[in-house]
């Protein structure tokens, strides 16, 4: 069974930086197709980034272009998401996702298996 955990949330200042971290378990990370969602109070969930198994395609949500840069680790099972230059509109519970489909391409929706989430608030 497919298991994704988010760590990396927290409490940071406008301006700021955080690293979100997705580590997958159960399943075959390297071939697989992953992305970040992110859903505020009130709102509907949201791409964020994504990016293909081999890492050589990435996509972004217009919102975050030039300030977040979405990477991963085949050899550690792991995916990231770097923030910088946080705003308050950027405050939501952000969720890993990740697809069965091999296609070596980016997804922005039909993702099969999702995190818990982390919270990330940005602070005027």
């Known amino acids: 069974q497919v298991q994704l955990v988010e760590s990396g949330g927290g409490l940071v200042q406008a301006g700021g930086s955080l690293r979100l971290a997705c580590a997958v378990s159960?399943?075959?990370?390297?071939?697989?197709?992953m992305a970040w969602f992110r859903q505020a109070p009130g709102k509907e969930r949201e791409f964020v980034a994504g990016i293909s198994w081999s890492g050589g395609r990435t996509t972004y949500a217009d919102s975050v272009k030039g300030r977040f840069t979405i990477s991963r680790d085949n050899a550690k099972n792991t995916m990231y998401l770097q923030m910088n230059s946080l705003e308050p509109e950027d405050t939501a519970v952000y969720y890993c996702?990740?697809?069965?489909?091999?296609?070596?391409?980016?997804?922005?929706?039909?993702?099969?298996?999702w995190g818990q989430g982390t919270q990330v608030t940005v602070l005027p």
């Open positions: 996702a990740t697809t069965r489909a091999i296609a070596d391409v980016v997804y922005k929706g039909g993702y099969d298996y």
């Open positions: 159960g399943g075959t990370f390297s071939r697989h197709s």
